[in-house]
């Protein structure tokens, strides 16, 4: 019913770029926010970006703000998160994630990706 697939994790040396991108199938909701999570091996998972359906809203990481940029493509269902500047403490598995709000995708989401992997060399 709910589908949330992540693509476009790798890896890249710090201070490069990277783009992934989540493209969601969710036939139950109108409209929904989507986010993005990350967990590092030992660590909590942790929140990074969210999005509103418009594209109007958007909240970010105090960790990321500034190299990170979330957008959507509401015609395709897909969100993108543009990584720039990449550090090796960016390397984690990140999770795209979907609520009602970007308020509710940034604390607790109702649906999780897979995780796709990425990995900052220094």
């Known amino acids: 019913q709910v589908q949330l697939v992540e693509s476009g994790g790798g890896l890249v040396q710090a201070g490069g770029s990277l783009r992934l991108s989540c493209a969601a199938s969710?036939?139950?909701?109108?409209?929904?926010?989507m986010g993005w999570f990350r967990q590092a091996p030992g660590k909590e998972r942790e929140f990074v970006a969210a999005i509103s359906w418009s594209g109007g809203t958007t909240n970010y990481a105090d960790s990321v703000k500034g190299r990170f940029t979330i957008s959507r493509d509401g015609a395709k269902n897909t969100m993108y998160l543009q990584m720039n500047s990449l550090k090796p403490e960016d390397t984690a598995v990140y999770y795209c994630?979907?609520?009602?709000?970007?308020?509710?995708?940034?604390?607790?989401?109702?649906?999780w990706g897979q995780g796709t992997q990425v990995t900052v060399s220094s």
């Open positions: 969710i036939p139950t909701f109108r409209t929904y926010a």
């Open positions: 994630a979907v609520a009602q709000s970007v308020v509710a995708v940034s604390r607790t989401p109702g649906y």
